[in-house]
């Protein structure tokens, strides 16, 4: 039961985007480059998002002794600067990808699907570590983890291993759960950028990042102090806000004008009434 459900949960989270993507590019008659476009985004973001948290944000956290047992306000401050982190790079690669490489891509449709690749690639790699992860629990299960690594090693695998398998199985499905929420955020954060060129006004980028920020901030925030279903259950809050935004940044369709109506044609004069010389030679002679 356990491997099974763990197991869908990994298949769930690769076949959603795959699935929405297919309804979108049907749906809103575009072509696959732009979903592609959207996964080349996301992966480029990481290429400095990850090295900047590993060489950067964490030096910088351990040297000034911030984090979750830093008390409240360490733990706000680490939310706040691993949002903000997320939040540049990805929403910075957005903005780099819509200005030098989809220069055409400005319709409200169009940001939707590009969005739908970010998140889309975002979530097929996740799930691929998650089926990856399965793999080595179901492996190392039962076997003697002393034979396999290093001593100082085994106390902490043994205690993941055993925290992967006792946690409840309903927990499992979690993964698809938050995909589902991201791919909502995601496709939204793509039009928020999208107004940066559509409407001329930088100012939509710092929305962008703040709610971006916002969002992550909450989720480690409150991973912390709730755990993980509030979690879970506000970040679907939010995505449902976000759903909100983008359907109020979809542009108005605009009626047609109706054609004018065409001029009644002026009456000619009937064709027994005299007229020209007719009429001159009618007159009396005094």
């Known amino acids: 039961?356990?491997?099974?459900?763990?197991?869908?949960?990994?298949?769930?989270?690769?076949?959603?985007?795959?699935?929405?993507?297919?309804?979108?590019?049907?749906?809103?008659?575009?072509?696959?480059?732009?979903f592609g476009a959207g996964g080349l985004t996301f992966v480029a973001s990481q290429v400095v998002h990850l090295p900047f948290n590993r060489w950067v944000l964490q030096p910088f956290l351990m040297r000034f002794g911030l984090g979750p047992e830093s008390g409240p306000a360490g733990l706000v401050a680490v939310a706040l600067l691993l949002g903000l982190s997320a939040g540049v790079c990805e929403e910075g690669a957005r903005y780099l990808a819509y200005r030098y490489g989809l220069r055409r891509a400005r319709e409200w449709s169009q940001g939707v699907l590009f969005g739908a690749g970010h998140g889309g690639v975002e979530a097929i790699l996740l799930?691929?570590?998650?089926?990856?992860?399965?793999?080595?629990?179901?492996?190392?299960?039962?076997?003697?983890?002393?034979?396999?690594?290093?001593?100082?090693?085994?106390?902490?695998?043994?205690?993941?291993?055993?925290?992967?398998w006792e946690s409840p199985w309903y927990y499992a499905l979690l993964g698809a759960l938050e995909r589902a929420s991201a791919l909502c955020v995601q496709i939204t954060l793509a039009v928020l950028v999208l107004q940066v060129f559509v409407r001329r006004q930088p100012g939509w980028m710092a929305i962008a990042i703040g709610w971006h920020a916002l969002i992550d901030g909450v989720a480690v925030v409150a991973a912390q102090v709730w755990g993980v279903l509030a979690t879970e259950g506000l970040i679907a809050i939010l995505a449902l806000v976000s759903l909100c935004m983008l359907y109020a940044l979809r542009p108005t369709p605009i009626a047609p004008v109706p054609a004018p109506a065409a001029a009644a044609p002026m009456p000619l004069p009937p064709a027994d009434l005299p007229h020209g010389d007719a009429l001159e030679s009618s007159r009396y002679v005094d």
Do not use: E, S
């Open 1 to 34: 039961m356990d491997i099974a459900v763990r197991g869908l949960n990994g298949l769930l989270m690769i076949a959603l985007p795959l699935a929405l993507g297919i309804f979108l590019v049907r749906r809103l008659h575009l072509p696959w480059a732009i």
């Open 127 to 164: 799930g691929l570590l998650a089926l990856v992860g399965l793999m080595q629990a179901v492996a190392y299960r039962g076997v003697d983890l002393g034979t396999l690594l290093p001593p100082g090693q085994v106390a902490a695998a043994q205690a993941q291993l055993a925290a992967y």
